[in-house]
Each structure stands twice: as structure tokens, then as C-alpha cells.
């Protein structure tokens, strides 16, 4: 019942920057965190950014000071600027939602591809 729609990745040279949204919809109560994972081939998926509703964020050190989450100006949206970007940001970004009673349910997006050439 509850659907993330990703957007806004492709193929970027280092130093470059995208910006990704997501969108949320369907039977969404309780909102609690939205955040961004990425998962490169041969490797498990990480988190890079994560907001809760009341405006608190967190990221993986490798990318503070250059990627940005921020709630969009639509409802159930968020987006992650990513700038200087490098090679090793090549990933499928994917955007995930916390919701429910206790924050105890999670709902995933497909992906979008970046990739960042040197």
C-alpha cells in the first residue's frame, strides 16, 4: 500500500553534482524517519542520509559536507543534493521510509542509478 518513486540519478563526471527526490504515497501514518541508502555491486547496502520529521539529520562520514537531505516542498518528499561528487559515490540510491506505531514499519523505492566517471 505504500509506494517510494525515486528520481533524478544518471551519469555525472567527479566534481559534478544531482540532485535525487523521492516520493512517498498510499497508506502512510506515522511518519517517522526517510532517508537514503546506497548499495554498489559486491557490496551491502549503506545508509548515506537520513531526516526525521522533526528535522534532524544524520550521514555517513564519508559524504558529510557534500550530500544534503532535506524534506521537499511536497508532502511525504525528500531529496539528497549531492555535490563533488566522486567515483566511489557510484551506486543505486535508494530512498526508504520509516512509519507506523514505533516507527516499526519500513518501505523501500527500486533505485535510481548514479554514476560518476573520472
Known amino acids: 500500500q505504500v509506494q517510494l518513486v525515486e528520481s533524478g540519478g544518471g551519469l555525472v563526471q567527479a566534481g559534478g553534482s544531482l540532485r535525487l527526490s523521492c516520493a512517498a504515497s498510499g497508506s502512510i501514518f506515522n511518519i517517522g524517519v526517510m532517508g537514503w541508502y546506497r548499495q554498489a555491486p559486491g557490496n551491502q547496502r549503506e545508509l548515506v542520509a537520513t531526516?526525521?520529521?522533526?528535522?534532524?539529520?544524520n550521514y555517513l562520514d564519508s559524504v558529510k559536507g557534500r550530500f544534503a537531505i532535506s524534506r521537499a516542498n511536497a508532502k511525504n518528499t525528500v531529496t539528497l543534493q549531492m555535490n563533488s561528487l566522486k567515483p566511489e559515490d557510484t551506486a543505486v540510491y535508494y530512498c526508504?521510509?520509516?512509519?507506523?506505531?514505533?516507527?516499526?514499519?519500513?518501505?523501500w523505492g527500486q533505485g535510481t542509478q548514479v554514476t560518476v566517471s573520472s
Open positions: 531526516i526525521t520529521t522533526g528535522g534532524s539529520t
Open positions: 526508504n521510509l520509516r512509519y507506523g506505531l514505533g516507527w516499526n514499519r519500513s518501505s
